[in-house]
């Protein structure tokens, strides 16, 4: 045993060592919620997960992630697709000949039902669901092997077996089964619990054999186990503390590091503060305990931001950053590794104690902020939130009237509204955080087994105390400013006078405060500019209205949602006055609603330019037709003295025949089906199959993008690009096809505008560009003549961080000679798309690329508004006329005549003016009579397989 300890120990540490690169681990897992899920951003939740990332903290190895289905998982672990397979749950430790587990956890499992054993009856049995890639195997050992208890279980139930989670909530809904197995770990309040069935175990698995990787992890399960107090679960805590036990390394690695070297970010009093260069407040203090327990010192440094923060860990200028949000994701993203949980804090929303609370408030922020990001980006507009530097001139802000609102952190806020008797909040948290330290990952793993067991020897209540130190001290001095501001009568008069102020004063505040409370609710369901209902009220007010109302027609499918909006609004409320446009719309909803009985109910957005109807299929009418008809109706504004032509797009959406509605996905359809429609340039979309169809593959494609990536599933074609005068290849433009093998052969035109929207196009074009690089180094390997070849860039990368460098990084290590491979880029890549200027840092950026050796070319040239103007100011090599202007030539002499001039243009700017899309030999002579003598297109090559390139070239000897 102490030899297996030891073979452990020398592991952990050889593979820590920097002078290795560290191994990594990859593990398959079960998608189930509450156990191991991964959302839409590609972040990782879940009991397993977390344990996991706590548990290989302590072993030296990095982890990759794979979602695996259950039946897969022996052969994903035997062919070594996968090391380990997390999250099989059974009765009890589970093995065959060709895997054994690796430790486990309890996840109490319990049976939730609809109404005590009625409904989903079969047999006398309540008919109970069970998600079956998470349960199976614990139900199979209990057929198995019952004792009495078990057996009696089985008698009492019927259990049905789901592969869709949807699918068993809603046949439980509707009272197909009368209740369904989960966890505690997957407990949502979708149903009360009934009874609880039986314990479970979670498991890992490896295959038999790989002792390398069971010593390892279980060493690190078994460090996590005895020192972080929220293995198991983080409902776990230790309120008076643990007794500090450290270990011979651990007290060995205190020796040797008589100073650790700890910073600390922003003045964020009470959690921390400066005085001077002292750094003060709740992590100080607990500084100051850690220092006396472990018998060394903290030096505790300032830095200006958590950015800058973590920079210094990563460069190894500190050994453990004190405050960072307890999420593994953003720690991978740091190369950190995460101490536990030591502080949770809500944050709170704070806004001025008089006026009205606006139906869109304006949200001032600090940037580079974990919250920020993670909740008030995702639910307030990017024009609706003002940035500041601090939380501090946020709260001056708010205080100006220049934002509405701000979120502040419930253990601060007090202190900072000591300083504004104007402010207020109303103390209900929007979301909760977890505050842990982070420890750089190339740092000795002692480090972080120390700090995991020095926070839970100190324990809750001890770091609660210091907490409610320095909220005391802030009530205390919050209060005498409180009377002050609000009392100087009091002050001046006698005391029994002061009481009576006093008592009137906070009676006025708690009416204003209840008023305003009214207000606030008020302003989120009643547009201010035209009193009707906001999008909001639909959303959640018309299911219940519906069931209670249409009910019928609800189940016999003759309800719709259609969603309208408003071609061009922001040119209307430029033209017009404010109020006459308002009160031609509220003019005009009350319009809609006399003229079509069959709108039941209708909501605006706050800035009016989107409305939901509720509808019923009117008699003899299509969905389709009832819009037409109503946008005809509605086609003007009545104002005073002018009549408002409005423009409108729409989408439709069947309500499904189901209690309750989700209405928030119905109108999530009809706004995809009305966004399909703009994109499409029609006036009405339908949210109907096809449409449902393409948003499955679309979903598809962005569960399989990544995994496409890392296995090259991406094949780069060429097209030639020639001499037009003797049809000899002088490049080639690099385009991609999709060679998936669960999706089959895709062109570009299925994913490449996807990836655009999604953000994936920027890891996509690295992988096109390096891709590009290995193919002209085999190619000079192998002694050929090479001729550039272009790739295509996506203007997201102008505002992508540490673009420049990624690039000339590939260029370095490509080895090419200057020229080899050509950038496209369209003018569209150098424009703000919300301010239509041209980005300040294009000239730079472009400079920059040509001098690493690449060349640039302009792709799309004449199909923008400022194409000219952007050759003067960001020089470029090559000119790629679009086929637009070629088909234009063709028809007019006006259109040759701008060919001409344009070829002109480039030619006297030193640039290789190239024309694509060629099909025919007339439009080769037009464009060799008009000056131009490169090309591209179907007439000489269509686009080929880079291995059939090689032959076409030694076929048209480049030139």
Known sequence: MLRRFCLVLAAVFFFTSPCWAEPVLKIGYVKSPGYFTQNENGDYAGAIYENIEKSLAYTGYSVSYREIAPEDAERALLDGEIDVFAGLMVRREYGTETLEPIGWFIAPTTVYLARPYSGGLTEGRTRVGYYAPVYSLMLDFLRDHPDDAERSILEEFEFVPYDDMELLHRDYRSGAIGGYITSSFMFDDTAPVERILFPSNVFMMVKRGRTDVKETVSAGMRQALLINSGFRSESLHFENGV????????????????????????????????????VKGIIRDIMDIAEADLGVRFDLKKVRNNAKMMEMLADGDIDVAAHFNANYNRAGEYNANLTDAYLEYEYVPVMRRYGEMPDSPRVACPRKHFFIQNYVERHFPADKILWCGTFSECFKAVSRGDADLLFAKSISVRQELAEYNDLFTTGHGVATTRMAMAVGANEDPRLLSILNKEFAHIGDAKIQQIVD???????????????????????????????????????????????????????????????????????????????????????????????????????????????????????????????????????????????FLVCRKPDGMAPREAAERLLADAAEIAGDNVDIRVGYR?????????????????????????????????????????LQNRRVLEKKIEDLMGKALENEEFEVWLQPKYDIRTHKVIGAESLVRWQSPELGFLMPYRFIALFEKNGFIIPFDYYMLEHVCQLQRKFLAEGRKIVPIAVNLSGLHMREAGFVERMREIKEASGLPDGAVELELTETAFIDYDTKEESTSATAIVAALREMGYAIAMDDFCTGYS????????????????RSMLLASEKSARGQQILKNVVNFGTSLDMLVLCEGIETEEQEKLLLDNGCTYGQGFLFSRPMHNEKFVGFIEEHNCA
Request: a neutral charge; aromatic letters at 10%.
């Open 243 to 278: 007794p500090l036990v450290l270990s011979r390394e651990e007290r060995e690695y205190l020796r040797e590091h008589p100073v650790i070297v700890v910073a600390s970010s922003g003045n964020q009093p009470p959690l921390t503060y400066f005085e001077g260069d002292e």
């Open 469 to 611: 130190k320095y909220m005391s001290r802030v009530a205390e001095a919050k209060s005498w400013k409180t009377y002050v501001y609000e009392n100087p009568l009091g002050i001046l008069g006698a005391v029994l006078a002061a009481a009576a102020v006093a008592i009137g004063v906070l009676a006025y505040i708690g009416r204003i405060r209840k008023k305003n409370a009214l207000k606030l609710f008020a302003t989120a369901y009643k547009n201010p500019f035209t009193g009707t209902h906001t999008m909001g009220w639909v959303e959640k007010f018309t299911p219940s209205l519906i069931r209670k109302r249409y009910k019928d027609e609800l189940l016999a499918g003759n309800l719709f949602l259609m969603n309208l909006s408003v071609y061009r609004f922001d040119l209307l409320r430029a033209a017009y006055d404010q109020k006459v446009l308002f009160d031609g719309i509220r003019k005009l909803i009350e319009q809609m609603r006399a003229q079509h009985e069959w709108i039941l109910y209708d909501g605006i957005s706050s800035e009016l330019s989107h409305m």
């Open 650 to 690: 729409a989408g439709l959406c069947d309500i499904p025949a189901e209690i309750p509605v989700d209405m928030t996905a119905m109108m999530t359809n009809a706004a995809v089906a009305r966004n399909e429609a703009t994109q499409h340039g029609e006036i009405i979309g339908v949210y109907d199959e096809e």
């Open 867 to 882: 194409s000219i103007a952007m050759l003067q100011r960001l020089p470029m090599d090559i000119m790629k006329i679009d």
